[in-house]
């Protein structure tokens, strides 16, 4: 009897150790603190109207009508941003001279970079547009149909940037939209065998700007 009683003693003692043991991991659990997921981003492109710089777009991001993290394209248009807590956001794209645009709901996962590809795409805000207006005419002062008109931002270094082109209409005519930020432009006007002929002009401010362009004589 003195072993069954013993045994009984050890077997009561066993059970009230894993008690034990178990009490203390469920309360090792409970104070356990879940680790924060790891941040994400988002990147992508954004593309304007032709005439237009996509560069200096300002890429804002909102949660809850706060703002979380901004960044700004590059000459390419492109942009980046990290560090973002998973979850939904809304994303707003702003320059002077284009409409601004808007991405709602956008979800950012925890440790991933989501891109948005090219899917931006700001044209020109019509109430912000410098339009710069202008004819060809040949040297016996008739207009030419058929020019070629090719618009170059001319830089800092005085080289020329060419950004677009033309082509007359039967009036002899040709029509640029551009931002309204300060810049000087260089139009040069080109026509079969004829001399072409540049001229430049600063465009500042929403206005309509002209210019009238005289080919030369035919080319030696």
Do not use: H, W
Request: glycine fraction near 12%.
């Amino acid at each position: 009897m003195k072993q069954v009683s013993v045994m009984n003693r050890f077997r009561v003692g066993g059970v009230v150790a894993l008690a034990l043991l178990l009490a203390c991991v469920c309360v090792g659990q409970k104070n356990k603190k879940p680790q924060p997921a790891s941040p994400g981003g988002l990147k992508g492109k954004v593309r304007v109207e032709a005439g237009a710089s996509a560069e200096g777009v300002s890429v804002v991001v909102r949660a809850d009508e706060r703002e979380v993290a901004r960044a700004t394209t590059d000459s390419n248009g492109r942009f980046e941003i990290d560090n973002l807590a998973p979850g939904r956001y809304s994303i707003i794209f702003r320059k002077q001279g284009l409409r601004t645009a808007e991405m709602k709901d956008f979800e950012v996962g925890a440790g991933k970079v989501r891109s948005l590809g090219d899917r931006v795409y700001l044209p020109v805000d019509e109430g912000s547009i410098a339009f710069l207006k202008g004819s060809v005419f040949s040297a016996e002062g008739r207009s030419v149909e058929g020019a070629r008109v090719e618009l170059a931002r001319v830089l800092a270094d005085g080289s020329a940037q060419k950004i677009d082109g033309r082509v007359t209409n039967d009036l002899g005519e040709f029509s640029f939209r551009l931002t309204p930020v300060a810049a000087r432009y260089r139009v040069t006007a080109r026509y079969g065998g004829l001399l072409p002929v540049s001229k430049e002009i600063d465009i500042e401010g929403a206005a309509i700007f002209r210019i009238a362009l005289s080919l030369g004589q035919p080319a030696p």
